[in-house]
């Protein structure tokens, strides 16, 4: 089984730019498809982005589009969210999940207007 470890989160001001780590522990993501989740209070934890490592092909929620960017890099066997032009709206406990397995511990992400 593959442990995730995440970082980066913070407070940023409404507009800027904050980036995402999910590192795996223990085994490479291999095959696996690698999602981006977040939950503000008194919310539905949503969608955010997806990975397939096999073949890097991504998927955003429309909320995000123009303005996200999920990325892998294998050495460090590590997947990125790249946060632009941040809204109040992104304001959250992030979470990085392996499509059908393990969950992050979460991150937040706090965006001020």
């Known amino acids: 089984q593959v442990q995730l470890v995440e970082s980066g989160g913070g407070l940023v001001q409404a507009g800027g730019s904050l980036r995402l780590s999910c590192t795996a522990s223990?085994?490479?993501?291999?095959?696996?498809?690698i999602e981006w989740y977040r939950q503000a209070p008194g919310k539905e934890r949503e969608f955010v982005a997806r990975?397939?490592?096999?073949?890097?092909?991504?998927y955003y929620v429309n909320s995000v589009k123009g303005r996200f960017t999920i990325s892998r890099d294998s050495a460090k066997k590590t997947v990125y969210l790249q946060m632009n032009s941040l809204k109040s709206e992104d304001t959250g406990i992030y979470y990085c999940?392996?499509?059908?397995?393990?969950w992050g511990q979460g991150t937040q992400v706090t965006v001020s207007s």
């Open positions: 990975i397939r490592w096999s073949d890097d092909i991504t």
């Open positions: 999940h392996i499509l059908g397995g393990s």
């Open positions: 223990g085994r490479t993501f291999s095959s696996y498809i």
